[in-house]
Structure formats: structure tokens, C-alpha cells
């Protein structure tokens, strides 16, 4: 750990927080880009299958109710939703 009289470039006193990151390993901006970037799209391809999944099961046995049909709009307009707010922050990176 650092010594606790030196100050962070942001103010903080170092003593306080614990360092995360052992000294010697960097995390730069575009490696942390591109693990979140490739986290996210590996959590997409996930949720797709598991979404086609559960709305193959709703259509086949849902017995075509209209609260089957508005739980799947439901879903599908949060989960767009969701999934863009979700891009815009990592490009905002």
C-alpha cells in the first residue's frame, strides 16, 4: 500500500480505500473498452437465446392469452430499452 501522506491526483488520501489494483498492473481505457465491449456482447448473445427460449414456450403453451401477448411486448420493449441505454454508456467510455 502506498504511504497514507500522499495525496491522490483527485484529492483523496490513499490510506483510506484499499487498493484494488496491485502496483505493476495498468488498466488502460482501451483494453477496459474492449473487455466491457466484448462482456456485453457475450451477455447479448445470452439473453437472446434465453429470450427466444422463453417466447418459443409462451407462444407454444401460453394458450395464445392476451396477457401472454402483452407480457411479450412488455419484454421486448424493456429489454430494447435496457439493451440501448446499456450501448450508449459503453460508447460514452
Excluded: N
Aim: proline share 5%; glycine share 8%; net charge positive.
Amino acid at each position: 500500500m502506498r504511504h497514507p501522506s500522499k495525496v491522490c491526483y483527485d484529492g483523496r488520501m490513499p490510506g483510506y480505500l484499499p487498493d484494488l489494483i496491485p502496483d505493476g498492473v495498468s488498466l488502460s481505457l482501451p483494453s477496459l473498452k474492449t473487455f466491457l465491449g466484448a462482456l456485453f456482447a457475450a451477455f447479448l448473445v445470452l439473453y437472446i437465446i434465453v429470450s427466444a427460449v422463453l417466447v418459443f414456450h409462451w407462444r407454444r403453451y401460453g394458450m395464445h392469452s392476451r396477457s401472454v401477448a402483452l407480457a411479450e411486448a412488455v419484454f421486448g420493449i424493456v429489454s430494447l430499452v435496457l439493451a440501448g441505454f446499456a450501448f450508449l454508456a459503453l460508447s460514452q467510455l
